[in-house]
């Protein structure tokens, strides 16, 4: 699998928020917000914003003084034993909260060994999941989770994908056009979620936004039925701003 040479995720804050937890680790009674700004540097209102995230998602807590501690959630993911298992709860409840917020089934999606793959998906009676009516692996050019995937390889990389899963039409939307389909992926900045409008499915919209850490290429999406498409732009707003803690507890 080939990496475009500027493919990676747009959320500087995980990296500001491995520091944050770095150094709670560090002070196994507990360390303040102050002392936190003056040895990692972020300015107060970012290092606020983290903190707030880091303790809705369990990785730190606050105690009585104020100070802070490494929370349950990270000391989970620290433990070698059941460490798969532990990301994936958390991923969950993440998932979960996410579903909740943008109003929509969410997905994780991961490119493995040369084909899109759904690991993890939050769905719920008023949020259902997207009918899978031709499998993700085949549709790569049609989904926003393909898209999204196909946006992080380079371009033998994507040749060779579409190589494997000739782009058929799937509906009147569909781009089947190798030369029009990667210059609609080369011209989607890397901060802008990628759109599905009725091009996998009449009847469903869909928005990704990339998650990948390091070598690993992943996405977050979201699926609405098409009566909610007035929502999809905002909803994949939302989902982009809650894509940095499910980043955050795949590089941990």
């Known amino acids: 699998m080939a990496l475009k040479p500027d493919s990676t995720a747009p959320y500087h804050s995980v ?5 944050v937890l770095e150094t709670v680790a560090r002070h196994r009674t507990g360390v303040t917000d102050v002392q ?32 802070y ?4 959630a990270l000391a989970k993911l620290g433990s070698t034993v059941e460490h798969e298992d532990a990301i994936k709860d958390q991923l969950q409840v993440t998932l979960d909260r996410l579903r909740d917020s943008v109003g929509a089934a969410v997905y994780i999606s991961r490119y493995i060994d040369g084909e899109v793959k759904i690991t993890q998906y939050a769905a719920g009676p008023d949020m259902p999941a997207v009918n899978e009516w031709v499998d993700f692996r085949s549709a790569a050019h049609a989904s926003a989770v393909g898209k999204s995937l196909l946006t992080q390889l380079d371009l033998n990389g994507r040749r060779d994908h579409l190589s ?16 029009l389909l990667f210059t609609s992926l080369d011209s989607q900045p890397p901060t802008v979620p990628v759109l599905d409008i009725q091009e996998y499915a009449v009847g469903t919209v869909c928005a990704a936004v990339p998650i990948t850490a390091g070598a690993s290429v992943g996405c977050l999406a979201l699926s609405m039925p098409i009566e909610h498409a007035h929502r ?13 803690p499910v980043l955050l507890s795949l590089a941990i």
């Open 15 to 19: 990296q500001h928020a491995l520091r």
């Open 36 to 67: 936190i700004a003056r040895q990692t540097g972020l300015p107060p209102r970012a290092l606020s914003a983290l903190l707030l995230m880091l303790r809705r998602e369990g990785y730190v807590r606050q105690v009585s003084d104020g100070a």
């Open 69 to 72: 501690t490494t929370g349950d």
């Open 164 to 179: 494997r899963h000739k782009p058929a039409r799937l509906t009147s939307r569909t781009i089947t056009n190798e030369r």
């Open 232 to 244: 999809l732009r905002a909803a994949a707003d939302t989902l982009n701003r809650g894509a940095a």
